[in-house]
């Protein structure tokens, strides 16, 4: 069909009160030759949406130019199925954010030849469809994994459930109670009580179990995976839309604690974990290891080994209720008991404070705010050495018995400590990671991926071992598209969060599947039907965009050739920004796009009066900027704003491009990268970051400073450092002085 452009300008919002719209439509009409373009009072009120809809209808208009507010608001309004829409923030860019008059008409006309540029280069996506299957694999049969099933089984979705184990229940199975999830404050502990959640699951009839059985490969693609599994030997490859990883964790290993503790020394000295199971099989009683004798003085140890950078470095989350609730075991029902209560800080947020105040209030429970330093025996009894931190004081106090809060480690974290080894023996050379592989236990591997990246989830950096769901921004969604991450087994959590955890993981899952079936991207740019569509011919196996697309999208054939598996793909343009031949774009996104936008900048010829193109994520620093303009925060005139999907997708193609052209400087403004990262597609900033450290070769080919482009990150809600950044920027700019290609 051929391309029929539409560019409407709105009045509203102060806009026409302080821009030229007039001169506007005249340069639309002729300098960009633009065949239909209209002025609206207010664009988004019936009138001028009814105007844009007859244009379509009449006139044939089917590339739309939106000159007005910003593409964030008003989507409902201006939605035109089988057109393609550009959104030109004049509001934002020009009048709320420059004060000069003349500058506002500049940027003005700038923003607009932009948005045509982007129309006219911009062809509307055609969707990658595939046969859908509408399976969902959920991974563990503890309380998230079931969960998670019985979620999604409601919903109408067939569920594939495989658990290693010979029953169901996971780890909740071995409790004899749990903590109160209603009523805090008279100490009721909860019923541990699953065979109506495993009946439920193993009777429904959208639910299909696997016990005793493991994943062997899970190959493929978000609608369309792969997955053998293998039962008591015997193997079976299934169909699966969207996966659930919901495998828990395991206690930290106590005997790494040392002589401190005394545990593996003394037999009464237990963890939290054996002391429930102790509990459960005597039905309430608590038996001491060493002679079975009955106890009623117990010492209860938190943070034992967490929150200790030597051991586990972070807070397990659920010890402090989970050990309120076994002092209560020592208690109910016998007035003479102790339980004693030694802990750093008290951790019981929300209601569990409830909890926490009964306990101070019920006789029997003592607690002490304090380090453990020692633990000996001495005849049939335990003495426990206790720095006080509130009196400064040291005291030994008996127990019969001692239980340690050691914490919880996720099931993910020995393969991935095993595949780090790996990969760090393999860079020292073959014998290296030869003597590895025959030196090193190699643990069971869990999702077993036959992805280039790897076979399991990308996991936390630290060491920490949970899988990285990127919970700041996204909950559940994993760096592997179609995979959801639940339970402890992404982060610490008590049976009640793990409950709710499944639900919401059930629901993305679900998500996927239907997103897929539409052709449209899962994550985050869930409205997305657009794939990466590279020119093989001129590609030279150079096998940059595969090392850095952060996803696992591409795979290459038996040359070396990268292919594509699109549902994997997130949109990010990575792959686009990574290749040095420039042959990887987007229907409505490409690096001849985006280059010509650059070099369309008006540039000034005085050198007094530079010019600047900031390059920013459309996710973070975009919608920063926005939010600086809805403040009024007043920005240099001198910048122009280009959105990019992500700063992974920055070619370094246009740098050149724009500062052969005169531009004076440039910003790239992305999302905060690192260990607590923000970025929503994980690496892109981080790898704008390190391709920038390559850009002195183009610069100094260009006889030019390499101060002239610098890289700023910034988050979504810091859009008060915005006009700061601008106005350093432009300090350092002014200091080295304008462009030489100024003028040619």
Same mark, same amino acid.
């Given at each position: 069909?051929?391309?029929?452009?539409?560019?409407?300008?709105?009045?509203?919002?102060?806009?026409?009160?302080?821009?030229?719209?007039?001169?506007?439509?005249?340069?639309?009409?002729?300098?960009?030759?633009?065949?239909?373009?209209?002025?609206?009072?207010?664009?988004?009120?019936?009138?001028?949406?009814?105007?844009?809809?007859?244009?379509?209808?009449?006139?044939?208009?089917?590339?739309?130019?939106?000159?007005?507010?910003?593409?964030?608001?008003?989507?409902?309004?201006?939605?035109?199925?089988?057109?393609?829409?550009?959104?030109?923030?004049?509001?934002?860019?020009?009048?709320?954010?420059?004060?000069?008059?003349?500058?506002?008409?500049?940027?003005?006309?700038?923003?607009?030849?932009?948005?045509?540029?982007?129309?006219?280069?911009?062809?509307?996506? !055609?969707?990658?469809?595939?046969?859908?299957?509408?399976?969902?694999?959920?991974?563990?049969? %503890?309380?998230?994994?079931?969960?998670?099933?019985?979620?999604?089984?409601?919903?109408?979705?067939?569920?594939?459930?495989?658990?290693?184990?010979?029953?169901?229940?996971?780890?909740?199975?071995?409790?004899?109670?749990?903590?109160?999830?209603?009523?805090?404050?008279?100490?009721?502990?909860?019923?541990?009580?699953?065979?109506?959640?495993?009946?439920?699951?193993? $009777?429904?009839?959208?639910?299909?179990?696997?016990?005793?059985?493991?994943? !062997?490969?899970?190959?493929?693609?978000? %609608?369309?995976?792969?997955?053998?599994?293998?039962?008591?030997?015997?193997? !079976?490859?299934?169909?699966?839309?969207?996966?659930?990883?919901? /495998?828990?964790?395991?206690?930290?290993?106590?005997?790494?604690?040392?002589?401190?503790?005394?545990? %593996?020394?003394?037999?009464?000295?237990?963890?939290?974990?054996?002391?429930?199971?102790?509990?459960?099989?005597?039905?309430?009683?608590?038996?001491?290891?060493?002679?079975?004798?009955?106890?009623?003085?117990?010492?209860?140890?938190?943070?034992?080994?967490?929150?200790?950078?030597?051991? #586990?470095?972070?807070?397990?989350?659920?010890?402090?209720?989970?050990?309120?609730?076994?002092?209560?075991?020592?208690?109910?029902?016998?007035?003479?008991?102790?339980?004693?209560?030694?802990?750093?800080?008290?951790?019981?947020?929300?209601?569990?404070?409830?909890?926490?105040?009964?306990?101070?209030?019920?006789?029997?429970?003592?607690?002490?705010?304090?380090?453990?330093?020692?633990?000996?025996?001495?005849?049939?009894?335990?003495?426990? /050495?206790?720095?006080?931190?509130?009196?400064?004081?040291?005291?030994?106090?008996?127990?019969?018995?001692?239980?340690?809060?050691?914490?919880?480690?996720? /099931?993910?974290?020995?393969?991935?400590?095993?595949?780090?080894?790996?990969?760090?023996?393999?860079?020292?050379?073959?014998?290296?990671?030869?003597?590895?592989?025959? $030196?090193?236990?190699?643990?069971?591997?869990?999702?077993?991926?036959?992805?280039?990246?790897?076979?399991?989830?990308?996991?936390?950096?630290?060491?920490?071992?949970?899988?990285?769901?990127?919970?700041?921004?996204?909950?559940?969604?994993?760096?592997?598209?179609?995979?959801?991450?639940?339970?402890?087994?992404?982060?610490?959590?008590?049976?009640?969060?793990?409950?709710?955890?499944?639900?919401?993981?059930?629901?993305?899952?679900?998500?996927?599947?239907?997103?897929?079936?539409?052709?449209?991207?899962?994550?985050?740019?869930?409205?997305?039907?657009?794939?990466?569509?590279?020119?093989?011919?001129?590609?030279?196996?150079?096998?940059?965009?595969?090392?850095?697309?952060?996803?696992?999208?591409?795979?290459?054939?038996?040359?070396?050739?990268?292919?594509?598996?699109?549902?994997?793909?997130?949109?990010?343009?990575?792959?686009?920004?990574?290749?040095?031949?420039?042959?990887?774009?987007?229907?409505?996104?490409?690096?001849?796009?985006?280059?010509?936008?650059?070099?369309?900048?008006?540039?000034?010829?005085?050198?007094?009066?530079?010019?600047?193109?900031?390059?920013?994520?459309?996710?973070?620093?975009?919608?920063?900027?926005?939010?600086?303009?809805?403040?009024?925060?007043?920005?240099?005139?001198?910048?122009?704003?280009?959105?990019?999907?992500?700063?992974?997708?920055?070619?370094?193609?246009?740098?050149?491009?724009?500062?052969?052209?005169?531009?004076?400087?440039?910003?790239?403004?992305?999302?905060?990268?690192?260990? @607590?990262?923000?970025?929503?597609?994980?690496?892109?900033?981080?790898?704008?970051?390190?391709?920038?450290?390559?850009?002195?070769?183009?610069?100094?080919? #260009?006889?030019?400073?390499?101060?002239?482009?610098?890289?700023?990150?910034?988050?979504?809600?810091?859009?008060?450092?915005?006009?700061?950044?601008? @106005?350093?920027?432009?300090?350092?700019?002014? !200091?080295?002085?304008?462009?030489?290609?100024?003028?040619?």
């Amino acid at each position: 069909m051929e391309k029929k452009i539409g560019l409407y300008i709105c009045k509203g919002c102060g806009i026409g009160e302080s821009i030229d719209v007039e001169k506007i439509k005249n340069i639309g009409k002729n300098a960009l030759r633009v065949p239909v373009v209209a002025i609206s009072d207010v664009l988004c009120n019936n009138e001028g949406i009814e105007l844009i809809k007859k244009d379509i209808a009449e006139q044939g208009v089917n590339s739309i130019v939106i000159a007005g507010c910003s593409p964030r608001v008003k989507t409902y309004e201006f939605n035109f199925p089988g057109c393609f829409i550009e959104r030109v923030p004049l509001r934002e860019l020009a009048v709320w954010t420059i004060e000069a008059p003349e500058e506002k008409q500049l940027a003005a006309e700038d923003y607009v030849r932009l948005g045509v540029i982007k129309a006219q280069k911009g062809e509307i996506p !055609e969707p990658y469809i595939i046969e859908t299957s509408k399976s969902i694999l959920v991974v563990g049969g %503890g309380i998230s994994g079931l969960t998670a099933a019985l979620e999604a089984a409601k919903a109408g979705y067939d569920v594939v459930l495989v658990e290693k184990e010979a029953e169901l229940g996971g780890f909740a199975s071995k409790l004899y109670r749990r903590v109160p999830t209603d009523d805090f404050t008279h100490g009721v502990l909860g019923e541990v009580n699953l065979e109506p959640l495993i009946n439920e699951v193993t $009777s429904n009839a959208k639910i299909k179990v696997y016990t005793s059985s493991k994943i !062997e490969k899970i190959d493929g693609q978000p %609608g369309d995976f792969d997955v053998t599994i293998s039962t008591n030997g015997s193997q !079976e490859t299934i169909k699966i839309g969207a996966i659930i990883q919901a /495998t828990g964790w395991k206690p930290y290993d106590a005997k790494k604690l040392g002589k401190k503790y005394g545990y %593996g020394k003394f037999k009464d000295v237990v963890t939290n974990f054996d002391f429930e199971e102790i509990v459960k099989k005597n039905n309430g009683i608590i038996k001491r290891p060493s002679d079975e004798r009955v106890v009623k003085t117990v010492l209860f140890v938190q943070c034992a080994g967490q929150r200790d950078p030597e051991h #586990l470095p972070y807070c397990s989350g659920m010890c402090c209720a989970t050990t309120l609730k076994q002092a209560r075991y020592v208690t109910d029902g016998n007035p003479d008991a102790t339980a004693m209560f030694i802990y750093k800080d008290m951790r019981t947020p929300g209601k569990l404070e409830y909890y926490y105040m009964e306990a101070q209030n019920t006789p029997g429970i003592m607690l002490a705010k304090g380090e453990v330093t020692g633990i000996r025996e001495e005849y049939d009894k335990l003495v426990v /050495t206790v720095e006080d931190s509130l009196l400064g004081s040291k005291a030994e106090i008996e127990a019969e018995m001692v239980v340690l809060a050691t914490g919880m480690v996720p /099931t993910t974290k020995d393969p991935q400590d095993y595949l780090t080894g790996l990969q760090e023996a393999a860079s020292k050379g073959d014998e290296a990671r030869i003597k590895y592989i025959e $030196s090193t236990k190699k643990p069971e591997f869990i999702l077993n991926l036959s992805y280039r990246q790897g076979p399991e989830l990308p996991v936390l950096d630290g060491g920490f071992g949970f899988v990285d769901s990127n919970f700041i921004c996204f909950q559940y969604e994993t760096r592997r598209t179609g995979i959801y991450a639940v339970g402890p087994v992404r982060q610490p959590m008590n049976m009640a969060e793990a409950e709710e955890d499944a639900r919401g993981a059930a629901l993305k899952a679900m998500q996927c599947i239907e997103h897929v079936a539409k052709g449209m991207a899962v994550h985050p740019r869930a409205w997305d039907t657009s794939f990466p569509e590279p020119n093989l011919t001129k590609c030279t196996a150079c096998k940059r965009c595969t090392e850095e697309c952060p996803f696992g999208a591409i795979d290459e054939d038996e040359k070396g050739i990268p292919y594509y598996k699109p549902n994997r793909c997130r949109r990010c343009g990575t792959c686009m920004g990574a290749c040095p031949e420039r042959i990887v774009s987007f229907k409505d996104y490409s690096v001849d796009m985006i280059g010509t936008m650059m070099k369309s900048v008006s540039v000034p010829s005085e050198d007094d009066r530079p010019r600047i193109i900031v390059a920013c994520c459309e996710n973070d620093a975009f919608p920063a900027t926005e939010t600086a303009a809805l403040h009024r925060l007043t920005l240099d005139p001198a910048v122009r704003f280009i959105q990019l999907r992500c700063l992974g997708s920055m070619n370094l193609v246009w740098i050149a491009d724009a500062l052969s052209r005169g531009v004076d400087g440039m910003i790239l403004l992305g999302c905060k990268f690192g260990e @607590n990262y923000q970025c929503h597609f994980a690496k892109g900033s981080e790898l704008a970051k390190y391709r920038l450290s390559k850009v002195q070769e183009t610069l100094d080919r #260009l006889q030019l400073e390499s101060d002239r482009v610098q890289m700023y990150e910034v988050a979504i809600d810091e859009y008060w450092r915005i006009p700061t950044i601008i @106005n350093e920027f432009m300090d350092k700019i002014r !200091e080295i002085g304008p462009n030489p290609f100024k003028g040619f």
